[in-house]
Nanobody, 120 residues
Framework: QVQLVESGGGLVQPGGSLRLSCAAS????????MGWYRQAPGEQRELVAS???????NYTDTVKGRFTISSDNAKRTWFLQMNNLKPEDTAVYYC??????????????WGQGTQVTVAQ
């Protein structure tokens, strides 16, 4: 199994920046995709950004050009740099991973979540 610990959330004014970090432990060698989801009150959880072991990234349209996902594969840590934050970015952000092994197949999991609030 893989355990995830997030950090970096908080309160920021519109136009500000935050950087989220996710540190993985456990069977990290099985991780194939790393990412971030978010869930606003009354909304469904949505994928914000993801990055593969090969460095291929994917972003939801609403954050393109403002958010950047990166990873340090050696330490199995990944980051979400969020710039030009908007009130609509307010949500609980969840670190995400997907793993693969021939024994267990594909599995996925989320961290405990970190609150990001964008307000004056």
């Amino acid at each position: 199994q893989v355990q995830l610990v997030e950090s970096g959330g908080g309160l920021v004014q519109p136009g500000g920046s935050l950087r989220l970090s996710c540190a993985a432990s456990g069977r990290i060698f099985e991780i194939t995709i790393m990412g971030w989801y978010r869930q606003a009150p009354g909304e469904q959880r949505e994928l914000v950004a993801s990055i593969t072991n090969g460095g291929r990234t994917n972003y939801t349209d609403t954050v393109k050009g403002r958010f950047t996902i990166s990873s340090d594969n050696a330490k199995r840590t990944w980051f979400l740099q969020m710039n030009n934050l908007k009130p609509e970015d307010t949500a609980v952000y969840y670190c995400y991973h997907q793993t693969f092994s021939f024994l267990s197949g594909t599995t996925e999991g989320w961290g405990q979540g970190t609150q990001v609030t964008v307000a004056q």
